[in-house]
């Protein structure tokens, strides 16, 4: 355990760190390294950790909010989609114990943890997918995990995308492509959440194209965000939305109230990608 320092007036006491004997894929050199991860839970997660595998270990925001350093047991995240596909824009934030209303647009969508497993034991809700107004996912269990850079859908739900867009799967980048000219064909793609619709616009849906080299794509094609989970629908986690969905939304995690929070954004139907 160590003091951990988020701030000169977050500073947690007795915080428990783990420590990595290896790392894979982690860039400790680029001009933005990655030396850790900020697990936010939730923290039936951390159990099976210790050598008493029945206990849990107290997460970041569960030791804030226990020696009162925030108001409330919950983080609120804001992404925007970086500007002109810069990888230095700095278009995060994170707000521990508050939600920033300055960051959304109109009011939040609050939903409880899914009784879905295994969705339920992460950061789990539940949410339909329509593409087009159309279903491709009936109402099912999933997580929301900024870790994730894409978004995943179930096999089936992911083929019926697939079709509908008319994209070919890229053997180089594993991302679904289409032609440019295809682009002004793409129509919404809709997860329904708590009665409300959240849109990923055309836009939304694409791979930042100033940055199709950096994946090891073409400037010929166009990608798309939505991949494959690779498992059916009905095994109780049937979706990711990650960071190219929480780009567009402004999202809560409330441990305290033990649900999610989700709201539009000014960036919602930015064109910048």
Not at 21 to 41: E, H, K, Q, R
Not at 108 to 123: F, M, R, S
Request: hydrophobic content about 35%; overall charge negative; charged content about 15%.
């Amino acid at each position: 355990m160590d003091q951990l320092s988020l701030s000169p007036n977050l500073a947690i006491k007795n915080q428990s760190i783990g420590v990595a004997n290896s790392t894979y894929d982690f860039d400790t050199s680029g001009a933005v390294p990655v030396d850790g991860i900020l697990g936010i839970g939730p923290v039936d997660l951390t159990r099976g950790s210790l050598s008493n595998k029945t206990e849990t270990i107290p997460t970041v925001v569960d030791n804030l909010y226990s020696q009162g350093l925030i108001a409330e047991n919950l983080i609120s995240i804001s992404f925007r989609p970086s500007a002109n596909g810069s990888t230095s824009d700095k278009n995060g934030e994170l707000s521990f114990g508050s939600v920033d209303g300055s960051k959304h647009v109109g009011s939040l969508t609050y939903v409880p943890i899914t009784k879905q497993q295994p969705a339920g034991v992460h950061w789990g809700i539940d949410q339909s997918v329509r593409y087009d107004n159309k279903s491709i996912l009936n109402s099912t269990g999933g997580v929301i995990d900024s870790g994730s850079t894409l978004i995943y859908l179930a096999s089936d739900a992911y083929d019926a995308y697939k079709v509908a867009t008319g994209a070919t799967l890229d053997s180089t980048t594993g991302l679904l492509r289409i032609e440019p000219s295809a682009y002004d064909k793409l129509k919404n793609l809709d997860f329904v959440i708590g009665g409300e619709t959240f849109t990923l616009v055309p836009n939304a849906q694409i791979w930042p194209r100033a940055l199709n080299t950096y994946i090891g794509g073409s400037n010929d094609w166009v990608y798309l965000v939505v991949n494959d989970l690779g498992e059916p629908s009905g095994n109780g986690l049937d979706f990711i939305n990650g960071y190219a969905w929480m780009e567009r939304f402004y999202t809560v995690y409330d441990g305290g109230a033990n649900r999610m929070g989700f709201a539009k954004t000014s960036w919602t139907n930015a064109t910048t990608n």
